[in-house]
């Protein structure tokens, strides 16, 4: 794109799209791509990148545990085994959701539960002493 000023001189200039390209999503990024070759080639082809070679985002990839994340999957099984809802406490105090932001939800749910697990626990021991 060329910008000219008002002395007559012409400067060079980059559209928005192009300085923060990096920021846009893949299927953003073609389709601007796409709407450029349309407006600027005036019915010319341009090669795009092909589907499968999307880049993948950082959390385009699934979560462990059959794809629904350590916390949840505590969560669920700390039913039949409680133990598992200590560990997915001691992993969400250990800020384990800093490396995948999906799993703080899940590991949340498991440190409730295993707080009221504990405290259901202490009045039935409470309870017995009496």
């Not at 920021?23 to 796409?34: F, G, Q, T």
């Not at 939800?105 to 009045?123: C, D, E, H, Y």
């Amino acid at each position: 794109d060329v910008k000219e000023r008002g002395d007559g001189s012409a400067d060079l200039v980059k559209s928005m799209g192009d300085k923060h390209a990096s920021v846009i999503r893949p299927a953003a990024r073609y389709y601007s791509a796409i709407k450029d070759a349309m407006v600027c080639g005036k019915g010319r082809y341009t090669l795009v990148k092909d589907v499968d070679d999307v880049e993948n985002g950082a959390y385009d990839k699934p979560l462990p545990c059959f794809g629904c994340g350590i916390g949840w999957f505590s969560f669920l099984l700390g039913f039949v085994f409680p133990l598992l809802w200590y560990y997915a406490t001691f992993l969400y105090f250990g800020n384990y959701y800093r490396k995948d932001p999906r799993e703080r939800a899940g590991l949340a749910a498991s440190a409730i539960t295993a707080m009221g697990f504990s405290l259901l626990l202490l009045v039935i021991a409470v309870f017995r002493w009496f």
